[in-house]
């Protein structure tokens, strides 16, 4: 299986702020990328999806990026909220529809 | 969305025993998922469970310690075998959407080896 991060990455964003949470995703193949929300004790939550025909997607405060030259994908999430701290995960499909995730990041919110 | 039940939320259990971990859908859906999220890591795919074959299994994960069931369209289990403290994580089942929701996981089942 594929896992990457052994150490989750902290951002830190004070309250109202935006935050960016970026990731670098591994596979030129990949055609659709999802960015997931995991609070403590749960399971990783949708959050907002884009397919590699679309390089920005917008969804209620959250806007996904996909830059595919650099096979790079950012969450953009507008005046964060204490309720967003969580571990966020981007996810690709390299290989028909089996979801490889990448390293997350940790956000907290500071009020 | 998909609701997605997985039994039991947390155990603790001894080395060398086996646990059976259930996932239940709320619709029936082709292809179940199992994944394992290591302390502090992201999450790794074990298996693709479709009902009527053979679990599919990614590199480094074996039937033999992680035999799967897919008796029907909206049940799977996963069975971690001969435990050691190693096999430590949060199991955690998934389903693809045939909606605009991407994929839906469980709450996981977090499992501590003793």
């Known amino acids: 299986g594929e896992s990457v991060g052994l150490h989750l990455p902290t951002l830190s964003v004070q309250e109202g702020d935006n935050s960016i949470i970026n990731c670098a995703y591994s596979n030129s193949a990949s055609d659709y990328f999802i960015w997931y929300k995991q609070e403590s004790g749960k399971g990783p939550q949708f959050i907002i999806d884009?397919?590699?025909?679309?390089d920005k997607r917008q969804g209620q405060r959250v806007t996904v990026l996909l830059n595919k030259t650099v096979k790079h994908l950012s969450l953009q999430i507008a005046a964060t909220q204490p309720g967003d701290s969580a571990v966020y995960f981007c996810a690709e499909t390299p290989y028909g529809n089996k979801l490889v995730f990448g390293a997350g990041t940790i956000l907290r919110v500071k009020s | 969305s998909a609701v997605i039940s997985q039994k039991p939320s947390r155990d603790i259990c001894q080395r060398g025993t086996s646990l059976t971990i259930q996932c239940q859908v709320d619709s029936q859906v082709t292809m179940m998922f199992w994944y394992r999220q290591q302390p502090g890591q992201s999450l790794t795919l074990i298996a693709t469970a479709n009902q009527g074959s053979e679990a599919t299994y990614e590199s480094g994960f074996v039937i033999d310690k992680f035999p799967i069931s897919r008796p029907n369209l909206t049940f799977s289990t996963l069975t971690v075998s001969n435990m050691s403290p190693e096999d430590s994580s949060i199991y955690l089942c998934?389903?693809?959407?045939?909606?605009?929701?991407?994929?839906?996981f469980g709450s996981g089942t977090r499992l501590t080896v003793v």
């Open positions: 884009i397919r590699s025909n679309m």
């Open positions: 998934s389903v693809e959407e045939a909606s605009n929701y991407g994929y839906t």
